[in-house]
């Protein structure tokens, strides 16, 4: 009798932790694009007074605090060649990004160093657009999605609880 109280104690915890879970990687996708938000302005800043190559550019930008948020900023810095589609994604491979955030990113990216510098600060004030309205759509999902799966996840396992004893 008491396996069977730890056995629906433990269904109903995992059963919680996971709508938590999944509520939680909603708001990391939020902060990895408020953080990449602000990684586009500061090359844009550092493309329009430094005028320097587009890797110091792109590492600097990577040196900066609000870095912290985007997972795939170690890998960033090893890159010393062209930035082309290839390596991009293998930069954004497990970066946890949805499918239209990876492809914004990679066209950024692989846009960068194309063209001379009015065209490398239109490029940036684009994306930067472009993902501002991306962070929108994801703080929306993040507050309606986040609260139905932890509220799922709560009433879920309420009834298997309830189910089971």
Same mark, same amino acid.
Request: some cysteine; overall charge negative; aromatic content about 10%.
């Given at each position: 009798?008491?396996?069977?109280?730890?056995?629906?104690?433990?269904?109903?915890?995992?059963?919680?932790?996971?709508?938590?879970?999944?509520?939680?990687?909603?708001?990391?996708?939020? &902060?990895?694009?408020? &953080?990449?938000?602000?990684?586009?302005?500061?090359?844009?800043?550092?493309?329009?007074?430094?005028?320097?190559?587009?890797?110091?550019?792109?590492?600097?930008?990577?040196?900066?605090?609000?870095?912290?948020?985007?997972?795939?900023?170690?890998?960033?810095?090893?890159?010393?060649?062209?930035?082309?589609?290839?390596?991009?994604?293998?930069?954004?491979?497990?970066?946890?990004?949805?499918?239209?955030?990876?492809?914004?990113?990679?066209?950024?990216?692989?846009?960068?160093?194309?063209?001379?510098?009015?065209?490398?600060?239109?490029?940036?004030?684009?994306?930067?657009?472009?993902?501002?309205?991306?962070?929108?759509?994801?703080?929306?999902?993040?507050?309606?999605?986040?609260?139905?799966?932890?509220?799922?996840?709560?009433?879920?396992?309420?009834?298997?609880?309830?189910?089971?004893?």
């Amino acid at each position: 009798m008491v396996l069977k109280y730890i056995g629906v104690i433990a269904l109903a915890a995992s059963a919680v932790l996971s709508g938590f879970y999944f509520s939680n990687s909603l708001n990391k996708r939020v &902060a990895m694009l408020s &953080a990449m938000l602000l990684f586009i302005e500061d090359v844009s800043v550092q493309i329009r007074y430094k005028q320097a190559d587009i890797f110091w550019v792109l590492k600097h930008a990577v040196s900066m605090t609000f870095s912290k948020d985007l997972p795939f900023k170690n890998k960033l810095c090893e890159i010393d060649e062209e930035l082309n589609e290839a390596s991009v994604n293998q930069i954004l491979y497990e970066s946890g990004v949805t499918e239209d955030d990876q492809k914004l990113i990679c066209e950024f990216f692989c846009g960068l160093g194309k063209s001379d510098i009015l065209g490398q600060l239109s490029h940036c004030e684009m994306y930067a657009k472009l993902l501002s309205e991306q962070v929108k759509i994801a703080k929306f999902e993040a507050d309606d999605k986040g609260r139905l799966y932890r509220a799922l996840s709560l009433f879920g396992s309420a009834a298997v609880v309830i189910l089971l004893i």
